[in-house]
């Protein structure tokens, strides 16, 4: 096996390689003055099992392409089958038109990235469960909630003391897997509108389904697959401060941290926020209250099965 990173997961590709007991190839990589990208395979992969580890996190389009460089350059020196670890795959919430005349980003990236002869894909955390059938290549589709679960079972919380929160609806589900791991804990979710135009998030109420009377002076804790700019988890602790939660505490998988993302995180009143290491977070963007768990050991044993 020859594990290659590509310019946005050097660091999670250090920790899978170490994990499988390998060593992590970089390709060789040239900028042209006009920004164009020269991709050199220096390494011998002929009839080779490749990984290549690339987030399509931000900058997208330039991860797309170099991991797109990378996969081809494999491949014209005799790769035999490639595998894309895209811990957090880009565009994944453009999967369908909302307005008339949209593009389908996700489907664009989803032919590009066959095209070009990727074999298989392992990701985690998607927004929708249907993405992996958009694919005509197989997609392992792994989850970093059982980490989530580690973590929280290690904080030794009473059970009754405890309270998971979906921040939407499109995150129930989330929250009814990591109930399986943490049984006999209280749940609530909040129903979010998002304006499809400026992007403002609201959060006034919980669902029906809610029993709210659950919350006072608990520990919430909040699980999202990725925080962005951050509207979600912050209108998702007013609303619970307002409900009189006595402690926040935020799961979320893809740390994409756009914007002022991290201060809004840092001054809100939430104890600590955890995220995974599918997308790498620049010194700049880490805070205080931030814990990086990391999705290495569970891609590794992923590849050693499959
Ligand atoms: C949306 O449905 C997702 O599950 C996340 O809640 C959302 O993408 C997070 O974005 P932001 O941090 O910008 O609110």
Do not use: W
């Amino acid at each position: 096996m020859r594990i290659f990173s590509g310019s946005s997961s050097q660091k999670l590709g250090e920790g899978l390689a170490k994990a499988l007991n390998e060593k992590l190839f970089l390709p060789e990589k040239f900028v042209f003055p006009d920004g164009e990208e020269r991709i050199r395979i220096l390494e011998k992969v002929l009839d080779e099992d490749v990984v290549i580890v690339e987030s399509l996190s931000p900058p997208v389009n330039e991860n797309l392409i170099e991991l797109c460089f990378i996969t081809d350059g494999v491949k014209r020196s005799g790769g035999k089958r490639v595998t894309a670890v895209i811990p957090y795959l880009g565009y994944q919430r453009q999967d369908r038109v909302f307005r008339e005349g949209e593009a389908v980003s996700l489907h664009v990236v989803i032919k590009i990235l066959e095209a070009v002869g990727v074999d298989r894909i392992i990701t985690f955390d998607l927004h929708s469960i249907k993405i992996p059938e958009l694919f005509h290549i197989p997609v392992l589709h792994l989850s970093a909630i059982p980490l989530f679960a580690k973590t929280i079972k290690k904080m030794r919380l009473p059970k009754k003391s405890v309270v998971l929160i979906s921040p939407d609806m499109g995150g129930v589900r989330r929250v009814k897997l990591l109930l399986e791991q943490l049984d006999g804990v209280a749940t609530a979710s909040i129903v979010k509108d998002r304006d499809l135009v400026t992007g403002a998030v609201t959060a006034k109420k919980f669902s029906s389904a809610s029993n709210i009377t659950e919350l006072k002076n608990k520990t919430a804790i909040i699980v999202d697959d990725m925080i962005s700019g951050g509207g979600t988890i912050i209108k998702a602790v007013e609303l619970l401060k307002e409900h009189g939660v006595a402690k926040i505490v935020v799961f979320a998988t893809h740390p994409l941290f756009s914007q002022n993302a991290a201060t809004l995180l840092q001054d809100a009143p939430i104890d600590r926020v955890y995220v995974t290491d599918t997308i790498f977070v620049p010194k700049k963007k880490r805070f205080a209250k931030l814990e990086i768990l990391s999705i290495a050991d569970m891609v590794a044993q992923n590849l050693k099965t499959v």
